[in-house]
């Protein structure tokens, strides 16, 4: 079937300690964007690519990074710089910019908690 | 992309219509209404979207003003598995970040 993953879906880390989630998608996706919610709150946007080995900053970019090697693959990394990274985080594809159909398609998401 | 305001929370009966408010009285001349549904603890789920014209699909019927400064999503019988956070967005179609804001969304609660 086709669709996005992510893994694992929940994730415990040391305080200090950089993580890395992982996104996988087999859609043949050009963009894939990562969010970040809070308990309550809507998604806000850390990273998104649009093409492979290009990415872009989101609006709450400081304390982590991508990659994007492979049009498949988008992991994000939580650094040990992000001050408060216990959070629900969300992996999303679409077909690029530029087409109508640009509906997001979302994974099942990553719980991390920061112990 | 244009700001939307939505009411924090609403509550349904199950088995009647889910009528969804959104405004976005900012929204410009090519900006798209989104709309999706986040069920607790999993990802965002697309419905529907549409520019002008009234949308229907399997899900959901997209209802937008003449204005376009507000629309409605319209579950047509709502059922427990409806419960769920809803998303207003709007946004440019094919805008280089091709990338959704999401505000805090509308709680919808269907009672039995």
């Known amino acids: 079937d086709g669709g996005i993953t992510q893994s694992p879906k929940y994730l415990f880390r040391k305080e200090g300690q950089n993580v890395t989630l992982s996104c996988e998608q087999n859609?043949?996706?050009?963009?894939m964007y990562w969010y970040r919610q809070d308990p309550g709150q809507g998604l806000r946007l850390i990273y998104y690519?649009?093409?492979?080995?290009?990415?872009q900053k989101g609006d709450i970019a400081e304390g982590y990074s991508v990659s994007r090697e492979k049009k498949e693959s988008f992991p994000l990394t939580v650094t040990s710089a992000q001050k408060n990274p216990t959070a629900f985080y969300l992996c999303?594809?679409?077909?690029?910019?530029?087409?109508?159909?640009?509906?997001?398609?979302f994974g099942q998401g990553t719980r991390l908690t920061v112990v | 992309d244009a700001k939307t305001t939505q009411p924090t929370s609403m509550d349904c009966a199950e088995g009647r219509a889910a009528n969804l408010p959104c405004n976005h009285s900012?929204?410009?001349?090519?900006?798209?209404v989104y709309w999706y549904r986040q069920i607790h603890s999993q990802g965002p789920q697309y419905i529907i979207h549409?520019?002008?014209n009234n949308e229907t699909n399997e899900m959901a019927s997209l209802i937008i003003t003449e204005d376009r400064k507000s629309s409605t999503l319209i579950l047509p019988h709502a059922t427990l598995r409806d419960t769920a956070v809803y998303y207003c967005?709007?946004?440019?179609?094919?805008?280089?970040?091709?990338?959704?804001?999401f505000g805090g969304g509308t709680r919808l609660m269907v009672k039995p």
């Open positions: 549409g520019l002008k």
């Open positions: 967005i709007v946004r440019v179609w094919g805008n280089a970040g091709n990338m959704l804001t």
């Open positions: 690519s649009q093409i492979v080995n290009d990415f």
């Open positions: 859609l043949n996706h050009d963009a």
């Open positions: 900012t929204i410009s001349g090519n900006e798209y």
């Open positions: 999303a594809s679409s077909i690029a910019a530029g087409t109508k159909n640009t509906e997001a398609f």
